[in-house]
C-alpha cells in the first residue's frame, strides 16, 4: 500500500475543517423566548426580545408611521433614510421582524447582557409580553427612549441604556477637562478672525467656551 504523503495530508485535515466549519455555521442558534439578543453595529449596539418563531420585536427609528397608517407599508424593511428621518424627528416604531431582518447578517449575542445588569432578568414569558404590548409607534431619543432602554424594560423591569451612560460619562469628562475651554476660545477667536466679526461667528466663539467653563 502506498504510504501518504505530505500533500495528501493536508488535503485531508482540509477537507475536514471546512466540514466542521459549514456544520457550525449550518446549525441554527437557538434562542428561547424573552431572550435579550443584541448584534453589534459600526457605531453602536441593536437589541431585541426573541418572541418565538424566529420573530424579534425591537425598537428602530422610523418616520413612516407618522406619514401613513398602512401596515403593509410600516411592515417593510426600514431604510437608511426612514431611520434617519425618524431620528430627526424623534419618532419610532416597536416593530416584529424575523431574525434574519433584525440581524441583518451580523452576529447575535444572547443575553450578554445579563452579566452587566445588576437586576436579575424577569422570566422569559413575562419578558416577552411585555414586548408584545409595547409594539407599535413611539417617540424616540437617542439618550432617553431607544432600542436598549426598550429591551432592558422588558427585561429586567427598569429601562436604562449602558450605550448612553458610557457616552454621558465621556461627555462629562470632556466638559471637566479645562484644556477643552482653552480650545474652545482658539477655535472661536480663530473663526472671528477667519469669518470676521458677525453674530454667527462671535456667539458661538462666547458661549461654547462660557457653557463648557460654567459645566466644569
Known amino acids: 500500500m502506498k504510504a501518504p504523503t505530505m500533500l495528501d495530508t493536508l488535503t485531508f485535515l482540509l477537507e475536514r475543517l471546512f466540514l466542521l466549519a459549514h456544520v457550525k455555521l449550518s446549525t441554527p442558534q437557538r434562542f428561547q423566548r424573552g431572550d435579550l439578543l443584541e448584534v453589534p453595529r459600526t457605531l453602536f449596539t441593536h437589541f431585541g426580545i426573541y418572541l418565538g ?6 425598537l428602530i427609528p422610523d418616520i413612516l408611521p407618522v406619514l401613513t397608517a398602512d401596515g403593509r407599508q410600516i411592515q417593510e424593511m426600514v431604510t437608511n433614510t426612514r431611520l434617519l428621518l425618524g431620528v430627526l424627528s ?13 440581524a441583518y447578517g451580523a452576529g447575535i449575542l ?26 407599535g409607534s413611539v417617540s424616540y431619543s437617542l439618550l432617553w427612549n431607544n432600542c436598549e432602554h426598550f429591551v ?17 460619562e465621556w461627555l462629562k469628562s470632556l ?6 475651554v482653552v480650545l474652545a476660545v482658539l477655535l472661536g477667536l480663530l473663526s472671528v478672525v477667519c469669518s470676521g466679526i458677525s453674530p454667527g461667528t462671535v456667539l458661538p466663539a462666547v458661549l461654547v467656551p462660557f457653557t463648557l467653563w460654567m459645566a466644569s
Not at 53 to 58: F, G, K, S, T
Open 175 to 180: 466638559i471637566r477637562d479645562q484644556r477643552n
Open 53 to 58: 418563531d424566529n420573530q424579534v420585536a425591537h
Open 110 to 135: 444572547r443575553n450578554a447582557m445579563d452579566r452587566a445588569v445588576r437586576r436579575g432578568a424577569l422570566p422569559g414569558e413575562e419578558v416577552a409580553r411585555r414586548a408584545e404590548r409595547l409594539v
Open 90 to 102: 424623534k419618532r419610532a416604531s416597536i416593530r416584529v421582524d424575523s431574525v434574519e431582518d433584525f
Open 152 to 168: 432592558t424594560y422588558c427585561r429586567y423591569g427598569t429601562a436604562q441604556s449602558l450605550q448612553t451612560d458610557k457616552f454621558c
